[in-house]
């Protein structure tokens, strides 16, 4: 039986991402943090938010990519902040998506 010490809470998607590479070559550089991303609020960066968390395992698959920040990304998100230590309001459970957090996310999804 595999223990899943706080990983993605669907799938089994990177959390850590790999550290090493090759030395040369481009690196990964996330898309800008978004202005106006926010738990309960419509914005068309939400979608790109759950497509990376979908492909790190954090957002059920399943659940339509839409511009509603809505109770399914905010639960993914505050799981993803509180497995890195990332909290942009002080608090254990944190919904919101912060710059330091976007950037990792987008690695993991995206980066090698």
């Known amino acids: 039986m595999k ?4 990983g993605p809470v669907f799938g089994g998607g990177s959390t850590g991402g790999s550290t090493g ?10 898309p800008p943090f978004p202005a106006g991303l926010a738990p309960d609020k419509s914005d ?17 698959p399943s659940i339509p990519s839409s511009d509603n920040y ?4 905010q639960k993914a998100v505050a799981g993803f902040n509180a497995k890195h230590g990332l909290y942009t309001t002080g608090q254990p459970y944190d919904p919101a998506i912060g710059r330091r957090g976007w950037d990792l996310l987008h690695k993991l999804a995206y980066g090698n």
């Open 3 to 6: 223990g899943k010490p706080s």
């Open 21 to 30: 590479g090759s030395s040369g070559g481009s690196s990964y550089s996330p």
């Open 44 to 60: 068309a960066s939400a979608k790109p938010l759950q497509e990376a968390l979908k492909r790190t395992g954090w957002l059920d």
């Open 70 to 73: 809505g109770p399914a990304t």
